[in-house]
């Protein structure tokens, strides 16, 4: 049985429409990602969990029991704000503390907690320093200690990392992700960094508009797209027209000169989606004639003109000769690297 | 490396002259100078100047009137009262002005608009006008809420309140009002919006999310509103002048009848001389104080 479930969860703000028919079933000790561009709701709907707004529609249960029924102040969950909203007139400590002073723990049991989920996030000697003395992620890491500190049913997160710069925030990552394996909390993270996504969650929970275009593994979602949104939200990948050709036996998968068995329960126009880095240059297969060619290090980039429109294609810098700008190639990738949608690309 | 670091800001203020922020603030400096420093100055040295019922002023130094003011228990209640005045008016404001501001904060939109206009409203209309209306609602027999609860059979008596601290401190209050709204208003902008949220989820209840939460943030606005209503109010005038007249006097109209009535102006001066010497001694050491307690709030 699900953990956390959310059953067709809706959201509206008068007449809009921010979060619409939202399900997902969380499973215990799972880590889940909200991942979408900005307004497409992920905060409302987190906020919804967390209890600060009622859904206008549909249920959330946790272990089964009608979370909506229960007052934010009594669903024990944590949470880890986006400005982090720390109480800057206590000490990191007394921040830390607070959620068990409310749950009138003891005195000696909550200065050892307290003092064990500071050094847990690497602030062991900071107790007495007030947050506006602390640097962003050590404010980031006091908001997520008092959340954690009260042993929360589920661990809620909006952009948590959203305020650090680029070098702290991966590694505040990879320190969230292996706190979170420790002790094994239920975890939503709210973010619009596919990076931080993919590195962090079980499954990601991909949104637009207010909808899930897609719930998956970080591999699923990267793979095997359910969406044009989601294949070109997750990292760049290539839309290729293309048709079925039945007159043939067995019928043809056709794009350009480019051609492949045709997979089942499609006719008519397709799209075909390929990620560059899966795409090679062959003897058969879509020509092409490369615009640019630009050195990345480890790789190569190449954009080039196709047959079936521009292509971007990547290549691992591995010592062998490439392609030079104005060559003409030919582009192939195996079937099982692409992913073909019903009707023509976007 | 570090030693241009520190030359740099000093080679620009070189280039930009020594003088040049002193030419710049000239005008203003003259200005506080001609029309403030001076006359203060003067204020100052009058105060130990002698004066007759006959005589007249008479420019010589002597401490008559400090010694006047200093013995005469008449002087002793006079200041007393106002500063009474003067923090009772402070506490009634703070206690009905904070939960004003924050109740007006959580409104949305369109009615926080319309009631903050509400609320400083009044500051465009002047202060005379706006005690004249307590005294027209409760003046003796003739104020429109005694005639109203006398004809009721409410009270029998008029209720007191001209000539009463009390009708002083209820009309300095109204008066008052808006900067201490205005106070803990602005210190209610910076909380982070989050926060009572944060607190929630930690399980606190209403009650404790504003005791343990919302006051600490909001004191250092509440303790600043107060200084300003706490010395608007012991040196009001048109209020207590008023309300209390000529039988219920407080230090700023006993400096006025002084100067107007008596003439007696070195007394006059010395009065006022000893109110502004209190009311900066109280501020500045209030002022340290909260800011050495809030150090961590207003950081
Ligand atoms: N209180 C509200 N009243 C009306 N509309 C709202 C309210 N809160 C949010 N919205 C709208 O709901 C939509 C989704 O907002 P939400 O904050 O959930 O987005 P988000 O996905 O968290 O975006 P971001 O990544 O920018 O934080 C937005 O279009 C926003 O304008
Ligand atoms: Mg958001």
Redesign the interface.
């Known amino acids: 049985m699900a953990y956390l479930e959310l059953d067709r969860v809706a959201k509206q703000f008068g007449a809009q429409t921010v979060v619409d028919d939202f399900s997902l079933a969380v499973g215990k000790g799972e880590f889940i990602s909200f991942l979408g561009p900005s307004g497409c709701g992920k905060t409302t709907t987190l906020q919804m969990i967390?209890g600060?707004l009622d859904p206008t529609r549909g249920a959330i249960r946790l272990e089964g029991k009608d979370l909506t029924a229960i007052h934010?102040?009594?669903?024990?969950?944590?949470?880890v704000?986006?400005?982090?909203?720390?109480?800057?007139?206590m000490s990191a400590a007394e921040n830390v503390a607070?959620?068990l002073e409310?749950?009138n723990v003891p005195r000696a049991e909550r200065a050892e907690r307290v003092r064990a989920a500071l050094a847990m996030v690497g602030l062991a000697g900071y107790e007495d320093r007030?947050p506006?003395?602390m640097s962003g992620g050590q404010q980031q890491r006091v908001a997520l200690a008092?959340?954690l500190v009260?042993k929360p049913s589920v661990l809620l997160l909006d952009e948590p990392l959203s305020n650090l710069d680029a070098k702290l925030r991966e590694d505040m990552q990879i320190e969230l992700r292996q706190i979170q394996r420790t002790i094994g909390t239920t975890t939503i993270l709210v973010t619009h960094d596919q990076n931080e996504a993919m590195s962090l969650s079980d499954r990601i929970v991909v949104m637009s508009q207010g909808r899930i275009e897609q719930i998956g593994t970080p591999e699923e979602t990267y793979e095997r797209p359910a969406s044009a949104f989601v294949s070109q939200f997750l990292g760049k990948t290539n839309d290729f027209a293309a048709t079925i050709d039945r007159t043939s036996a067995p019928a043809r998968l056709v794009a350009g000169s480019w051609s492949a068995p045709a997979p089942a329960g499609f006719s008519g126009p397709v799209t075909v989606s390929v990620r560059p880095e899966r795409i090679g240059f062959g003897d058969a297969g879509l020509a092409a004639k490369i615009v640019t060619r630009i050195f990345q290090g480890n790789h190569w980039l190449f954009q080039c003109e196709s047959e079936c429109g521009p292509a971007i294609v990547i290549r691992q810098n591995d010592g062998q000769t490439q392609p030079a700008e104005g060559e003409t190639v030919r582009l192939a990738w195996r079937p099982e690297d692409m992913s073909v949608r019903a009707g023509a690309p976007a | 490396m570090t030693a241009v670091a520190d030359t740099a800001p000093q080679s620009a203020a070189r280039e930009r002259g020594p003088r040049t922020p002193w030419a710049l603030t000239a005008p203003a400096l003259l200005l506080f100078v001609g029309v403030l420093l001076i006359p203060l100055a003067m204020t100052v040295m009058l105060s130990f100047h002698d004066w007759g019922q006959y005589k007249g002023i008479e420019p010589v130094f002597i401490l008559k009137n400090w010694h006047e003011i200093a013995t005469d228990p008449y002087y002793a209640e006079m200041f007393w009262r106002t500063f009474r005045i003067a923090i009772l008016t402070t506490l009634l404001t703070a206690v009905l002005g904070a939960p004003e501001a924050y109740i007006l904060n959580r409104m949305s939109g369109r009615w926080k608009s319309f009631f903050l206009l509400v609320i400083l409203g009044p500051l465009l209309i002047s202060v005379v006008a706006r005690t004249l209306g307590w005294a027209l609602l409760f003046g003796g027999n003739n104020g429109l809420v005694n005639k109203l609860l006398m004809s009721l059979g409410v009270i029998r008596a008029p209720i007191p309140f001209m000539f009463t601290e009390t009708g002083m401190v209820v009309a300095l209050a109204h008066v008052m009002m808006p900067f201490m709204v205005l106070s803990v208003w602005a210190a209610l902008q910076r909380l982070d919006p989050q926060i009572e949220n944060a607190a929630m989820s930690l399980g606190a209840g209403p009650v404790t999310i504003i005791r343990r939460i919302i006051m600490p943030q909001i004191m250092p606005g509440v303790l600043s509103g107060a200084i300003i209503v706490f010395s608007l109010s012991a040196s009001a005038f048109a209020t207590p002048a008023i309300i209390g007249g000529r039988r219920l006097k407080v230090a700023a109209t006993l400096a006025y009848d002084e100067f107007l009535n008596t003439l007696n102006w070195p007394l006059g001066a010395a009065v006022a001389t000893l109110l502004l010497v209190a009311l900066i001694l109280i501020v500045v050491g209030s002022n340290a104080l909260i800011e050495r307690r809030y150090a961590e709030v207003f950081r």
Not at chain 1, 72 to 79: E, F, H, T, W
Not at chain 1, 81 to 89: E, G, K, N, V
């Open positions: 967390a600060f934010p102040a009594k669903r024990g969950l944590g949470i704000f986006q400005s982090y909203a720390l109480f800057p007139h607070f959620g409310m749950r007030h506006r003395r008092r959340a009260i």
